[in-house]
């Protein structure tokens, strides 16, 4: 499964007191906690309020009226053609997640609203990458398209590095790495996965850390597998079992066990 990043601050010595907070909640898997310190006053943070509500839902399964609740305020305060832009591509990655989680269909949703957002956010903007990523995620999981997710990723990992955001970098090594396992590419899925673990540990993007390790563990052999899925096993853990999907990847299949 891909799950997604929502670019942030917080995450480095010196930035706002306020997001380094946000940040040290969210990264622990307290999206709810971390909403309720922002104030209620301005579109940037009740666009950001939206984005942690519909990031618990991709690795929790669950608070989804209250994403929807804070999406809409996100919506209903937007003034620019950025933030309106902004507030279409949470509103397609809730319907990607739910659509992912099976909760509903909303695949047709997900494509409209991100194809709203790309007609509102300028190129070139740290928005836009994140655009990019999310579309690279429909593409991949809904549309079953690699060749059409990978260049969309890569143009992410491109915009990424150009604005120095490394949270957003740690999913686009992740999911290009994925898909280079996916077509035997072991050496590069490898070096991928390192990247992103090396990224989400520097950060201390807690909540990533156990899928990054368990990722890494299927491009090792033993007994260095087994070591990095129990490191994750402990994570998952002791983040009370978030992301809820990882309870899979923790359990390979038994040797000669058949595979969907």
Request: with cysteine; proline share 5%; glycine share 8%.
């Amino acid at each position: 499964m891909a799950y997604s990043a929502m670019s942030g601050n917080g995450t480095t010595a010196g930035d706002d007191p306020l997001q380094t907070a946000v940040w040290r909640l969210r990264s622990r898997a307290c999206w709810a906690d971390a909403a309720a310190l922002l104030p209620s006053d301005t579109p940037a943070y009740s666009l950001q309020r939206a984005g942690l509500m519909v990031e618990r839902c991709l690795y929790t399964e669950r608070g989804w009226e209250e994403a929807e609740d804070a999406l809409r305020t996100a919506e209903a305060v937007a003034r620019t053609d950025e933030e309106r832009g902004a507030a279409a591509c949470e509103r397609g990655q809730l319907a990607y997640a739910a659509t992912l989680h099976g909760v509903r269909d909303r695949a047709d949703e997900a494509r409209a609203a991100l194809g709203r957002a790309a007609a509102l956010i300028p190129p070139g903007t740290s928005g836009r990458a994140l655009l990019d990523f999310r579309r690279g995620l429909l593409a991949e999981n809904l549309t079953r398209s690699p060749q059409a997710a990978r260049a969309a990723y890569r143009r992410a990992h491109a915009a990424a590095t150009a604005h120095a955001d490394p949270l957003l970098l740690s999913f686009t090594w992740r999911h290009l790495a994925g898909l280079a396992l996916r077509d035997g590419e072991l050496a590069e899925a490898r070096h991928g996965f390192a990247e992103s673990l090396r990224i989400r540990e520097e950060l201390g993007y807690l909540v990533g850390t156990a899928p990054a390790l368990a990722s890494l563990a299927d491009t090792e052999s033993e007994p260095e597998a087994s070591r990095l899925r129990e490191e994750a096993g402990r994570l998952f853990r002791l983040l009370g079992g978030v992301p809820t999907w990882l309870a899979r990847q923790l359990t390979p299949p038994a040797p000669g066990a058949a595979t969907a």
